[in-house]
């Protein structure tokens, strides 16, 4: 019983992170109906970021974050600028793949730059807290918490702001919208700017909470949100909190009952059983094709 | 100059629109590419770098013809590849080893594209339903279970690889194989199973309504992709001579997918030139070091903005065309006439 | 026998009642026009003729066989063929391969004799094309055979989705808004075409309109629809003044 209650914990965890990159991807999926590839490595430039702050800077925990997650809006923001939004009218593939060559652009260029795998100095006073057999630390607890805040503050600015009406309002239909004086650039921009700083904070935590940070930790943890997002309904912001949660319980389960080499296959072949089932995730809507 | 530039375009059209023009160049590319390797006219680097463009003419056309012609988006192709891969170097190292794998090599590359075909089969069911987006997600989950599911195989030697194979994968070989896919993929794309194809592209429900069958179209596209993606996995086994699963994961994916689309969607000219821009240029890049890796994708981006639809985009050269298809109209116009004429 | 018959034919889109105990024959040879304000449910008849939609209940039979439950390709291989509201052509393909695909089903060569042009490939192609530029001559498109359907101006592309619904082979053809925006002249040489269709293919034809100049003129039935429901049928110059009729389009009448 406290296996499991401690596995839960660690699943809460990093279900956490999963969830914070999947609203990344969701909300730009919302807006722009398009998978951000480079989203995983804007998560990696999050923690690389984290780690300049912390190590050449000299910055504590807060400073260090909010450092990151600005870095990773305004990168965000400058490439959908760039490389996005000449797209908007061209084949939806045509911006997939373009998004594909940001990231990679960015993994490789993060790797020129720093070629060897690094590692965030501890900004956590580290504390372990021991209740009945399970153990939790002061990282842990904060990683938890600090999603769930930052989960709940996105659910009330997309649901009570105006910024939140219009991208809403965005998804919903994109002829009419910029018809009602919604400035849809800029709304545009404004998504970018969340979406892409949740990943970069996802990317600080993920950055203290495992050993070290490469240029190429984007790629798998990426995907990892991704399938979160598809699991939760993609376009569905709070199916992409509970598909993160759920996937991180799934490889968390995985790695407590098999061999850790299974946990790739048992979380994708996870995701096809899902389809299977529910073909646009557990929140999503089926979009009936007009005829 | 500019008569003289007519004159020459003139003529060039006319030996590209020759019955015997496609024939005679891969008779001579094949007879170049045997002498080539026989008598090294060429420097063994070269031939290499050739090689690597066959076969990824190979991978490009034929994941071209789902995601370029038929308007899917399949992420997951080194999947495939890695399926004909292992299968070719089980059979050429463990089951038939000793002095004729020369002779079997092609029976071993065929079982390669077929197990991978068989394969193929099983991925194109999923995308009866599901399209765009999901599909996306089965074939990326597909790709990674092929290589979590190789990781796990103790017997094929599990993370750290298989080898042992001899070096069998030769340019004329390489040559034929690459000349089959492509004339193999065209076909296909002219035929009535490849207008399904691009009908699908264009509408789905539409084409459906037109009578198409679209799960068989699917189904015959999917088999035919994932052939050729296994022929080029046991091509590409049996030049390195070593394989494990890391090499056929997303990255490779992605490299393949950056090929298709820099050479431009439905048009297998665009996957030749694509192919070949991505392996040569890779090539030519690499004193620059790691920033080459920054330098392609950058490149990519650049061109996708300036043309979303790759080089070729949905064009073909004429002489990709078959001729009967392309004098089609032409011969009916002739007849029409003939017949208004005589009545 | 009628050529179709429709039993009862109910839909629901999550609930919301789409059509409701649609009863319907057609015999052959007849020109059938269905009716209605917006959103009374006529394309999803069509959509549900055709196989787009599984009906959720009620029956259509075919030359007398069951189609609920088949898929549109199976439907229209059996003879049913149409057109769309909003042109769907297959826009980046030539309007010779347009009207190609729809031959689909009548193609008789298999997979492999396709992917190494042996056996039948090549007179099939022959005879394919041949059909489908016939075809495109009697529209008056066989010029064009060779551009991108998309670039064809409206009117062209009105005429190529029927020919493209011909080419598939069809007994029953199903129009949806032929004449939506065009003007007078051109619906007149619509209606011309739309009998000239009929005459020299056999067919018989059942079409959604607004056009009341459309409908009058060529319709020999019609039948009435309003929120899913049928509110009348029979003879043009009889529905012309029905009282539900003018209801449904002008709405309630005002007593004074």
């Known amino acids: 019983m406290t296996y499991l209650l401690q596995q839960a914990l660690n699943a809460l965890q990093l279900g956490s992170i999963y969830a914070l990159i999947a609203l990344g991807y969701t909300m730009v999926y919302g807006i722009l109906t398009m998978i951000n590839f480079a989203h995983g490595d804007l998560f990696m430039v999050g923690a690389f970021l984290c780690f300049v702050a912390a190590t050449y800077l000299k910055l504590s925990f807060v400073p260090s974050l909010l450092l990151s997650m600005a870095g990773v809006a305004l990168l965000g923001v400058v490439i959908e600028k760039w490389a996005y939004k000449p797209l908007r009218q061209a084949p939806r593939v045509s911006a997939i793949i373009t998004a594909l060559g940001v990231g990679i652009f960015l993994e490789n260029f993060t790797l020129a730059l720093c070629p060897y795998p690094k590692h965030i100095p501890p900004l956590i006073a580290h504390e372990m807290w021991s209740f009945g057999g399970v153990s939790i630390s002061s990282l842990q607890i904060l990683i938890i918490l600090l999603s769930i805040l930052l989960m709940i503050l996105l659910d009330f600015i997309v649901r009570r702001t105006m910024v939140g009406m219009a991208m809403r309002a965005i998804s919903w239909d994109k002829t009419i919208v910029p018809l009602m004086g919604v400035p849809v650039d800029r709304v545009i921009s404004i998504t970018f700017a969340i979406g892409t700083s949740l990943g970069g904070a996802a990317g600080v935590m993920y950055g203290l909470a495992y050993p070290v940070i490469d240029p190429y930790m984007g790629i798998m943890v990426g995907w990892k949100a991704f399938i979160s997002a598809v699991v939760g309904g993609i376009g569905n912001i709070r199916g992409a909190m509970i598909g993160g949660f759920i996937l991180g319980g799934v490889e968390i389960l995985v790695a407590a009952f098999l061999p850790s080499t299974y946990r790739d296959f048992v979380a994708f072949a996870f995701l096809l059983v899902l389809l299977i089932f529910r073909p646009y995730g557990i929140l999503g809507k089926p979009h009936p094709q007009k005829v | 100059m500019s008569t003289v530039l007519k004159s020459a375009g003139r003529g060039w059209r006319e030996i590209t629109g020759n019955r015997a023009f496609m024939p005679s160049l891969i008779v001579a590319g094949f007879v170049f590419s045997f002498a080539a390797a026989q008598f090294e006219l060429l420097d063994p680097y070269v031939q290499l770098i050739l090689m690597y463009v066959g076969i990824n003419i190979i991978l490009a056309s034929s994941l071209n013809l789902i995601n370029g012609y038929m308007g899917e988006f399949s992420v997951g192709h080194a999947g495939f590849m890695a399926v004909g891969a292992y299968t070719a170097s089980i059979l050429t190292v463990s089951v038939f080893p000793g002095g004729a794998t020369f002779l079997l090599f092609p029976l071993a590359v065929l079982a390669g594209g077929l197990v991978s075909a068989l394969v193929g089969l099983v991925v194109a069911v999923p995308s009866f339903k599901t399209r765009g987006d999901y599909l996306a997600i089965v074939t990326l989950a597909f790709n990674m279970i092929i290589k979590s599911l190789i990781e796990n195989l103790e017997a094929v030697g599990g993370p750290r690889g298989f080898l042992g194979m001899e070096k069998l994968t030769t340019l004329p070989w390489v040559f034929f194989w690459t000349v089959l896919s492509v004339w193999i993929i065209r076909n296909l794309v002219y035929s009535n199973f490849g207008r399904g194809v691009l009908s699908i592209r264009e509408d789905e429900i539409a084409s459906d309504l037109m009578s198409v069958n679209t799960r068989h179209v699917k189904l015959i596209a999917f088999v035919v992709s994932s052939f050729f993606a296994g022929i080029a996995g046991a091509l590409f086994a049996h030049l390195l001579q070593y394989i494990n699963p890391r090499m056929f994961d997303i990255l490779k994916s992605t490299d393949i997918l950056i090929m298709v689309y820099l050479g431009g969607i439905g048009s297998i000219a665009g996957s030749i030139i694509g192919a070949t821009i991505f392996t040569v240029l890779l090539e030519i890049l690499r004193p620059m070091g790691l920033w080459r890796m920054v330098l392609m994708p950058l490149l990519l981006v650049i061109l996708m903005i300036f043309r979303p639809r790759g080089i070729m985009g949905l064009r073909e050269f004429r002489w990709f065309v078959p001729l009967h298809d392309f004098l089609a109209v032409r011969l009916w116009r002739r007849k029409k006439e003939a017949a208004d004429a005589s009545s | 026998?009628?050529?179709?018959?429709?039993?009862?034919?109910?839909?629901?889109?999550?609930?919301?009642?789409?059509?409701?105990?649609?009863?319907?024959?057609?015999?052959?040879?007849?020109?059938?026009?269905?009716?209605?304000?917006?959103?009374?449910?006529?394309?999803?008849?069509?959509?549900?003729?055709?196989?787009?939609?599984?009906?959720?209940?009620?029956?259509?039979?075919?030359?007398?066989?069951?189609?609920?439950?088949?898929?549109?390709?199976?439907?229209?291989?059996?003879?049913?063929?149409?057109?769309?509201?909003?042109?769907?052509?297959?826009?980046?393909?030539?309007?010779?391969?347009?009207?190609?695909?729809?031959?689909?089903?009548?193609?008789?060569?298999?997979?492999?004799?396709?992917?190494?042009?042996?056996?039948?490939?090549?007179?099939?192609?022959?005879?394919?094309?041949?059909?489908?530029?016939?075809?495109?001559?009697?529209?008056?498109?066989?010029?064009?055979?060779?551009?991108?359907?998309?670039?064809?101006?409206?009117?062209?592309?009105?005429?190529?989705?029927?020919?493209?619904?011909?080419?598939?082979?069809?007994?029953?053809?199903?129009?949806?808004?032929?004449?939506?925006?065009?003007?007078?002249?051109?619906?007149?040489?619509?209606?011309?075409?739309?009998?000239?269709?009929?005459?020299?293919?056999?067919?018989?034809?059942?079409?959604?309109?607004h056009q009341m100049r459309l409908v009058m003129g060529i319709c020999e039935r019609l039948k009435v629809l309003d929120f899913g429901a049928t509110i009348a049928e029979g003879l043009p110059r009889d529905i012309q003044n029905h009282p539900k009729v003018l209801e449904a389009y002008l709405g309630e009448e005002v007593s004074p």
């Not at chain 3, 889109?13 to 057609?26: E, I, K, R, W």
């Not at chain 3, 199976?74 to 509201?85: D, K, M, N, P, V």
């Not at chain 3, 396709?114 to 016939?134: F, H, N, P, S």
């Not at chain 3, 551009?147 to 020919?163: T, V």
């Open chain 3, 1 to 209: 026998m009628p050529l179709l018959e429709s039993r009862n034919l109910t839909h629901y889109f999550d609930g919301l009642c789409a059509v409701s105990d649609f009863n319907l024959d057609v015999e052959p040879g007849e020109i059938v026009g269905i009716i209605g304000p917006n959103g009374a449910g006529k394309t999803t008849v069509f959509n549900l003729f055709t196989g787009v939609y599984r009906a959720t209940g009620g029956s259509v039979l075919f030359d007398g066989s069951e189609i609920v439950g088949r898929t549109p390709s199976e439907i229209t291989s059996l003879g049913i063929a149409r057109t769309f509201q909003n042109i769907r052509l297959f826009k980046e393909l030539s309007v010779l391969d347009n009207v190609r695909v729809a031959h689909y089903a009548q193609v008789r060569y298999n997979a492999i004799e396709a992917l190494l042009q042996i056996g039948r490939y090549r007179a099939e192609e022959k005879r394919v094309t041949d059909r489908a530029m016939d075809l495109l001559a009697a529209f008056r498109l066989e010029d064009h055979a060779e551009e991108p359907a998309g670039n064809l101006p409206y009117g062209m592309q009105r005429r190529l989705e029927m020919a493209r619904a011909l080419a598939t082979g069809p007994r029953l053809l199903l129009l949806d808004e032929p004449a939506a925006g065009m003007n007078p002249n051109e619906i007149v040489q619509l209606m011309d075409l739309i009998q000239w269709i009929r005459k020299s293919f056999g067919l018989t034809i059942l079409l959604i309109e």
